[in-house]
């Protein structure tokens, strides 16, 4: 049975029927998950594998050739279809629940923001690059950057509990999973390390970032997003629960922090929503904030390399139906030659998997690699270097 979300003041109030659509979308997402998906890789093996040998000449060598036949097959565009309804189904139950209460949660969200010592800092000039524009992230309608009112919360509102949908529950009640992952790859390789300043770039609603705050109480920890939405809810979010962060609407290509200004710099599944010039540039970006001896570390979604091609192909299915253009073509990134280009030094560049850290829920999760499944087998990928 999924755990229920972890409450704080920023959640919108759901009615009892609003509250029994979003189980109905969890239902289905899990029935999806255990029941169906898995089957698909016996669909493969037994029907689609042998017709595409025959077809190539040879075995299916990644992900496009098993595209190739899986696309063809009913069972798979049955489960297909089903995924993204489950999808808009989840977008559309959340949407109407927070623009019921997009004047309240405005509200709600200017007087939680005062007081407090974290800071909030938008930027009503900044521009939106257009890997951000052209496509609705996620299938949200506006994507996260959106405004439609005047101190507007409503992408994070949507965000919040939308993305405790999307992962049936497995990224832990305050949706904290991947900055508690990060962290304990820090404190596993750096014991006793005490950063005095740390930034979460891309940090939406703040979930991710959190995990820093309690993990070193005497740091200074900085979170910036493209979306002043999602800031002015990350903002109230965290003050509502005690935390003090310091947030910004900035891109991550170009921020305003002067050289040599932060001891740890990290973002959370931020890659594969950039263009891959906008990577380079991010990465060229923390190099150049970092402190000498400074650390970068990016938590993603596992990569293809060394992976199965049927499951680099079934984790793939996000990249054209989830509206995440730049999910795949991540997994075929040089990233250490990028790093090496932008002045990092190569024998500081690492990538591995890294465990989940909310251990009780990653327990409960599927295993399996597959389109839908979050995180994919309770396992994050980390890649970094340092200055």
Not at 122 to 129: C, G, I, N
């Amino acid at each position: 049975m999924m755990k229920g979300q972890g409450q704080h003041p920023m959640l919108p109030h759901n009615t009892h029927d609003e509250s029994s659509r979003q189980m109905f979308v969890q239902t289905m997402k899990l029935h999806l998950a255990r029941q169906v998906s898995p089957h698909l890789k016996t669909v493969y093996r037994q029907r689609v594998e042998p017709e595409l040998r025959r077809a190539l000449g040879r075995t299916p060598k990644d992900r496009h050739d098993v595209r190739r036949g899986m696309v063809r097959d009913p069972a798979y565009q049955m489960w297909s279809s089903l995924q993204r309804t489950s999808q808009e189904l989840k977008q559309d139950s959340q949407t109407e629940i927070a623009f019921r209460q997009i004047d309240t949660l405005a509200d709600r969200a200017a007087k939680l923001g005062r007081g407090g010592k974290g800071t909030l800092r938008v930027d009503p000039t900044l521009k939106m690059p257009r890997y951000v524009s052209a496509v609705d992230i996620h299938i949200i309608p506006g994507g996260y950057h959106s405004e439609l009112i005047a101190g507007d919360v409503l992408p994070g509102a949507v965000y919040d509990p939308g993305v405790f949908l999307y992962s049936m529950g497995r990224m832990g009640a305050y949706n904290e999973d991947m900055g508690a992952t990060l962290l304990s790859y820090v404190k596993q390789t750096a014991p006793g390390w005490k950063p005095k300043k740390i930034l979460d770039m891309g940090c939406a609603v703040g979930h991710s970032t959190l995990p820093y705050v309690d993990a070193f109480p005497g740091a200074e920890v900085h979170a910036l997003d493209i979306a002043a939405p999602m800031v002015r809810y990350a903002h109230a979010r965290a003050q509502a629960m005690g935390k003090t962060v310091h947030f910004s609407q900035q891109n991550a290509e170009r921020t305003d922090y002067p050289d040599d200004t932060f001891d740890l710099v990290v973002s959370h599944i931020l890659l594969h929503e950039t263009a891959h010039a906008a990577l380079r540039n991010i990465f060229q970006e923390c190099r150049r904030i970092l402190k000498p001896g400074g650390l970068m570390v990016h938590c993603e979604t596992p990569l293809y390399a060394g992976m199965d091609a049927y499951d680099q192909f079934i984790l793939d299915w996000d990249t054209y139906n989830n509206n995440e253009p730049f999910w795949g073509p991540l997994k075929d990134l040089d990233l250490k030659g990028i790093c090496r280009e932008v002045g990092f030094k190569p024998d500081s560049f690492f990538a591995k998997v890294q465990t989940s850290a909310v251990v009780d829920l990653a327990r409960g999760r599927t295993k399996l690699f597959q389109g839908g499944d979050f995180g994919g087998a309770g396992a994050w990928f980390l890649v970094g270097a340092r200055k």
